[in-house]
T-cell receptor, first 111, second 116 residues
Framework: DTEVTQTPKHLVMGMTNKKSLKCEQH?????MYWYKQKAKKPPELMFVYSYEKLSINESVPSRFSPECPNSSLLNLHLHALQPEDSALYLCASSWGVSEAFFGQGTRLTVV | QKEVEQDPGPLSVPEGAIVSLNCTYS??????FMWYRQYSRKGPELLMYTYSSGNKEDGRFTAQVDKSSKYISLFIRDSQPSDSATYLC????????????????FGKGTKLTVNP
């Protein structure tokens, strides 16, 4: 099983809302990632959890907050987003330098 | 010079054609090379994974890595309309980290259309 499952598939939220994106993998991978992808661009790394330890891309605004409840689960908490945050949010997992497996993404629209 | 260069296309071919997709890179430390296929509004799907130099074949797909030239390729034989997607190359290296975990560097992606 090489599946990374993300929920929800689509999300529309207002700028004052709080919402969460969820990700799950059962491949035993110890690294999990959040990526943001805008149209016609490659994925851009936001956060990494490696052995449940967080590493941050310092350019990511604080209105995005990751959480890793255990080695199989990854959440991304969203608060006070801006319209420019509308994008495809991708979760991925890997053993490290080896191949990363991506979920199908959550298409987020901020209104 | 960008770390990974990939022609964004678009590339349009007739059904049954052989497709060649390429990336060049500048960092000789890269050891792990991947090709992802991404359909519109979907997540990237891992197609091929190669460690170091050489060829790897899987069905209609062949990945080639030439580390001496810093050049990787993906060949698609007997292309089908269902192959129409954006193809992303990606690479990484041990010790090349971002935030304490190995960093995956992507090309910009090549948009491929296979016409019936």
């Amino acid at each position: 099983d090489t599946e990374v499952t993300q929920t929800p598939k689509h999300l529309v939220m207002g700028m004052t809302n709080k919402k969460s994106l969820k990700c799950e993998q059962h491949m035993g991978h110890r690294a999990m990632y959040w990526y943001k992808q805008k149209a016609k661009k490659p994925p851009e790394l936001m956060f990494v959890y490696s052995y449940e330890k967080l590493s941050i891309n310092e350019s990511v605004p604080s209105r995005f907050s990751p959480e890793c409840p255990n080695s199989s689960l990854l959440n991304l908490h969203l608060h006070a987003l801006q319209p420019e945050d509308s994008a495809l949010y991708l979760c991925a997992s890997s053993w490290g330098v080896s191949e990363a497996f991506f979920g199908q993404g959550t298409r987020l629209t901020v209104v | 010079q960008k770390e990974v260069e990939q022609d964004p296309g678009p590339l349009s071919v007739p059904e049954g054609a052989i497709v060649s997709l390429n990336c060049t890179y500048s960092n000789s430390a890269f050891q792990y090379f991947m090709w992802y296929r991404q359909y519109s509004r979907k997540g990237p799907e891992l197609l091929m994974y190669t460690y170091s130099s050489g060829n790897k074949e899987d069905g209609r797909f062949t990945a080639q890595v030439d580390k001496s030239s810093k050049y990787i390729s993906l060949f698609i034989r007997d292309s089908q309309p269902s192959d129409s997607a954006t193809y992303l190359c990606a690479m990484s290296a041990e010790g090349l980290t971002q935030g304490g975990s190995e960093k995956l560097v992507f090309g910009k992606g090549t948009k491929l259309t296979v016409n019936p």
